[in-house]
């Protein structure tokens, strides 16, 4: 079975910084896309970053590029999110989701519950 | 920025009754397009990929048509686990995707 367990949300003060992870099984996790999606409250979908199965190409929307990274550990079968200088718009449930193919051109076939990230001094 | 916008913004149903929730894409994207739904406190679940095809476990009832700009996600005849929010993707413009703004079907 397909799990995906995101960890790492929090309270956290405008300009500061978080990491959040996702925890991956029941697939073989390398041969697979990743991406990172977030839900902002009461809005909707809003894909956030995306990484190729050997981390050769990575995509991040306009609204965090240059303020986020994302990574992944193929050993450990887990995926990351750096995110710095956050902003209050950046409050959301944010959601690791497992891509169909090693690339980036389809869309996501498992959802993890999400990990809440709030923004606020 | 490939901007996907869906129509309309709610729909209002009965069960038993067809639904047609429209999505179009502000460039072509050949037919690199997703359906998802979602339900209030849930993760999206996955409907239909590459603009037709649907995903392992979903009903027949579910099925989605177009290529290039315009797209369509019919659910033939409504039951009451569907109503939910749905969202289309765009999966053509990578490393940058995009997401729809949704439509929430009700009754």
């Known amino acids: 079975e397909v799990q995906l367990v995101e960890s790492g949300g929090g309270l956290v003060q405008p300009g500061r910084s978080l990491r959040l992870s996702c925890a991956a099984s029941?697939?073989?996790?390398?041969?697979?896309?990743m991406h990172w999606v977030r839900q902002g409250p009461g809005k909707g979908l809003e894909w956030v970053s995306g990484?190729?199965?050997?981390?050769?190409?990575?995509g991040y929307a306009d609204s965090v590029e240059g303020r986020f990274t994302i990574s992944r550990d193929n050993a450990k079968n887990s995926l990351h999110l750096q995110m710095s200088s956050l902003r209050t718009e950046d409050t959301a449930l944010y959601f690791c989701?497992?891509?169909?193919?090693?690339?980036?051109?389809?869309?996501?076939?498992?959802w993890g519950q999400g990990t809440l990230v709030t923004v606020s001094s | 920025e490939i901007v996907m916008t869906q129509s309309p913004a709610t729909l209002s149903v009965s069960p038993g009754e067809r639904a047609t929730l429209s999505c179009r894409a502000s460039?072509?994207?050949?037919?690199?397009l997703a359906w998802y739904q979602q339900k209030p406190g849930q993760a999206p679940r996955l409907l239909i990929y590459?603009?037709?095809t649907r995903a392992t476990g979903i009903p027949a009832r579910f099925s989605g048509r177009g290529s290039g700009t315009e797209f369509t996600l019919t659910i033939s005849s409504l039951q009451s686990e569907d109503f939910a929010v749905y969202y289309c993707?765009?999966?053509?413009?990578?490393?940058?995707?995009?997401f729809g703004g949704g439509t929430k079907v009700e009754i």
């Open positions: 993707q765009q999966c053509n413009d990578w490393p940058l995707l995009t």
């Open positions: 029941g697939f073989t996790f390398d041969d697979y896309a």
């Open positions: 990484i190729t199965w050997n981390s050769a190409s990575i």
């Open positions: 460039q072509r994207i050949s037919s690199n």
């Open positions: 590459d603009a037709s």
């Open positions: 989701a497992k891509g169909r193919h090693n690339s980036g051109y389809d869309g996501f076939d498992y």
